[in-house]
C-alpha cells in the first residue's frame, strides 16, 4: 500500500469522527436547552390538588356573579291591579229649621180686658197676699170677671192643657217663636192640644189662680221665650202705639 492511500484513507476517518462528535454535541445542546425551557415555563403540580379540581376552582373564580335585581317598590304599570279607593258617602246636610217669626212681630190682641192689677216683676221678688212671701211674678194679671170669655192673642197651635196647683187650669198657645200661657182658666176649656186658632177664638173662660186668690179675680198671662218668662205688657201695648 502506498503511502498517499493511507493517509487520503486517515483524514477520511478523521472527517467523519468530527462530523459525528459535532452531531452528538448538537444533540445533547438541544436536550440540554429544551430541559432549561421546560423548567422555566412550566411549575410543578401539587399532588394534593387533582387537575380537574383546579379547573373548576379556576373556572369559578373566573366566572362573574351576576347580581339579582331588588325587587322594585314602584307597580309595573299593566301587571299590578289597583284598588281604588272605598268612595266616602256623602254626609247628609240637616235641613234648616225654619225660623218663627217673632211674637212682637205678630198681630196681637187683648186676651180679656185691658186693666191690668199686677204687672210682670222680672227678677225683683214681690209680695203676695196670698202665699204672705216675697216671689217673683212671671206674668202680668188683667182684671176680669168668672165666666168670661178668654180669647186667643195670635193665630197659633194649642201647645199643652193642664192643671196646676198654683196657676188653676192652663192652656198653653205657641204664639211666633214663643209659648203663651193662659193661667186661671174654669174648667171649660174650648180647644184642645194640637188644635190650631185664629186671633180672638174663644179659648175658655175666666176661673181662678189658687196661688193669687187674694188678689181678686183675674186671667194670669206669661209669655216665655226658650222656658224663659219676658214682660206680656210691651208687646200688648205695641199695637196700642199704632
Known amino acids: 500500500m502506498k503511502h498517499s492511500d493511507y493517509s487520503s484513507k486517515n483524514k477520511s476517518r478523521q472527517t467523519r469522527g468530527f462530523v459525528i462528535a459535532a452531531g452528538i454535541c448538537l444533540i445533547a445542546i438541544g436536550v440540554a436547552a429544551w430541559a432549561a425551557y421546560d423548567s422555566v415555563v412550566q411549575e410543578p403540580i401539587d399532588p394534593g390538588v387533582s387537575i380537574t379540581e383546579t379547573s373548576q376552582t379556576e373556572e369559578s373564580a373566573l366566572t362573574l356573579s351576576t347580581p339579582t335585581p331588588a325587587p322594585s317598590e314602584k307597580p309595573v304599570a299593566g301587571n299590578v291591579t289597583s284598588t281604588p279607593a272605598p268612595t266616602e258617602k256623602p254626609k247628609a246636610t240637616a235641613t234648616p229649621k225654619p225660623t218663627a217669626t217673632a211674637i212682637e212681630d205678630l198681630t196681637l190682641s187683648f186676651p ?54 198654683l196657676l188653676g187650669k192652663v192652656v198653653v198657645i205657641t204664639h211666633g217663636d214663643a209659648d203663651v ?26 176661673g181662678s189662680c189658687p196661688g193669687e186668690s187674694a188678689d181678686g179675680t183675674h186671667l194670669h198671662l206669661e209669655i216665655r221665650r226658650d222656658d224663659k218668662a219676658i214682660d206680656p205688657l210691651p208687646i200688648l201695648m205695641k199695637e196700642q202705639e199704632k
Open 181 to 206: 200661657w193662659y193661667c186661671g182658666l174654669g174648667d171649660k176649656v174650648a180647644v184642645k192640644k194640637g188644635d190650631s186658632v185664629k186671633a180672638g177664638q174663644d179659648i175658655g173662660i175666666v
Open 112 to 165: 180679656v180686658g185691658q186693666k191690668v192689677v199686677k204687672r210682670f216683676s222680672a227678677d225683683t221678688p214681690v209680695f203676695s197676699e196670698t202665699m204672705k212671701d216675697w216671689r217673683v211674678h212671671n206674668g202680668v194679671d188683667f182684671e176680669a170677671k168668672e165666666g168670661e170669655a178668654v180669647k186667643a192673642m195670635a193665630e197659633g197651635s194649642v201647645k199643652e192643657i193642664s192643671e196646676d196647683s
